[in-house]
Every structure is written in structure tokens, then in C-alpha cells.
T-cell receptor
Framework: AQSVTQLGSHVSVSEGALVLLRCNYSSSVPPYLFWYVQYPNQGLQLLLKYTSAATLVKGINGFEAEFKKSETSFHLTKPSAHMSDAAEYFCAVSEGRGSTLGRLYFGRGTQLTVWP | EAGVTQFPSHSVIEKGQTVTLRCDPISGHDNLYWYRRVMGKEIKFLLHFVKESKQDESGMPNNRFLAERTGGTYSTLKVQPAELEDSGVYFC??????????????FGSGTQLSVL
């Protein structure tokens, strides 16, 4: 069975500091991996995705994530936090096979706070 | 182009009442998904429509939940009778077929359901 673990339900950083949001997954087959962001009163927005191409994936707003199979991890990073990055971030996995292709398994989310 | 639209954005009902949530997917999207997030927990898959057919409803909690997608356009999710544990945010997502199922999955902003 697939599962996603996001370490830390809340992360606080200063503006300009490194952002690191952790995600570990379990999957019985090579997965598709995603990071979504939710700003207040908005829907989930795709930040980036890993779909078996390059292991270092670049997304929108300066975020990137690296797929590490040996560690079953897909941590999200951004070199320099901006106030506008304050939001809730969700890691998700899909086994991406057959009829379950679009069925995602999400982590519990990490609320990112950015201090001025 | 309009995104995935959900309404109402908020609904407050009493235990035992009936509530119907609606989702309008992006025009032309055959795949429609319902997800739910109970407070403090992960976002969980409820069910998947392909056009008007239920492809996968294994995530539906119990028979108090009824989802429909008449004509393969908008979808409704009815909870009858509502219980306290049904409170949470209900998300809808849609995508086209083929690889876009996983590559381009768009989420609505959700319906916050509170059962008192």
C-alpha cells in the first residue's frame, strides 16, 4: 500500500532562509511524486512533479525537489524563502498504473510560515 | 478558461441533515475525482468518475455518501444523513485522459463542510 509521510506539520523560516520540507513515501512500484501548495481560500496548485525522468525536478516559484529512490524521499527545497511562500504544502504519490493512474495518496501537509 | 469550480464554498449543517456538494470540472475533462480532508489528517481519495461512470469508488466511507455525474459533466456528492465525522474539506479535481490524467490534474478550492 502507498503512504506518504511529511515530517513536521509546521515549519517556520525567516525571509531569505532556506526552505526544506520533508517527504518520504512508500510504494510497491516506481511512483509518480508530486508537491502541491494551497494558499488560503484557494485550491491545490501543482508545484512540481516527478514522473520517472530527471531525479532533480524544478517547479514554479523557485522550488525544486529531488527524488532519491534509496531513501524513498522527495524533499522540497527553495534556496531563499519569500513572504509569499507562506502556505500549506502537500506531498503526494501515485503508483500511476491502469485505472488508478489519477488516484493520489497525500501526506498530512506542512504549514510553512515565513517571518520577515 | 475556467478552472474547477466547487460550491458551496462553506456549508454548516446539523447532524442528521442532508447536504449536496457540487463540482464543475474543466470543460472537456473526462476524469473527475473527489477527495476529502478531515481536520489534521491527510487528503484522502473518495472516488473517480470517467465521464458518467464510476471508475473507482473504493474510498467512499459508507453508504451515506452518494456521488453522481449525470451526463458526464458536473458532479454532486450527497451526504445523507450527515454525521459529525463527515466534517472536513471536500476537494474535487479533474483531468483529461491519457497521460494528462496524472500530468495535468486540476483541483478546485474545496467545500468546507461543518456538521454540528
Amino acid at each position: 500500500a502507498q503512504s506518504v509521510t511529511q515530517l513536521g506539520s509546521h515549519v517556520s523560516v525567516s525571509e531569505g532562509a532556506l526552505v526544506l520540507l520533508r517527504c518520504n513515501y512508500s510504494s510497491s512500484v516506481p511512483p509518480y511524486l508530486f508537491w502541491y501548495v494551497q494558499y488560503p481560500n484557494q485550491g491545490l496548485q501543482l508545484l512540481l512533479k516527478y514522473t520517472s525522468a530527471a531525479t532533480l525536478v524544478k517547479g514554479i516559484n523557485g522550488f525544486e525537489a529531488e527524488f532519491k529512490k534509496s531513501e524513498t524521499s522527495f524533499h522540497l527545497t527553495k534556496p531563499s524563502a519569500h513572504m509569499s511562500d507562506a502556505a500549506e504544502y502537500f506531498c503526494a504519490v501515485s503508483e500511476g498504473r491502469g485505472s488508478t493512474l489519477g488516484r493520489l495518496y497525500f501526506g498530512r501537509g506542512t504549514q510553512l510560515t515565513v517571518w520577515p | 478558461e475556467a478552472g474547477v469550480t466547487q460550491f458551496p464554498s462553506h456549508s454548516v449543517i446539523e447532524k442528521g441533515q442532508t447536504v449536496t456538494l457540487r463540482c464543475d470540472p474543466i470543460s472537456g475533462h473526462d476524469n473527475l475525482y473527489w477527495y476529502r480532508r478531515v481536520m489534521g489528517k491527510e487528503i484522502k481519495f473518495l472516488l473517480h468518475f470517467v465521464k458518467e461512470s464510476k471508475q473507482d469508488e473504493s474510498g467512499m466511507p459508507n453508504n451515506r455518501f452518494l456521488a453522481e455525474r449525470t451526463g458526464g459533466t458536473y458532479s454532486t456528492l450527497k451526504v445523507q444523513p450527515a454525521e459529525l465525522e463527515d466534517s472536513g474539506v471536500y476537494f474535487c479535481a479533474s483531468s483529461q485522459g491519457g497521460q494528462d490524467v496524472i500530468e495535468k490534474l486540476f483541483f478546485g478550492s474545496g467545500t468546507q463542510l461543518s456538521v454540528l
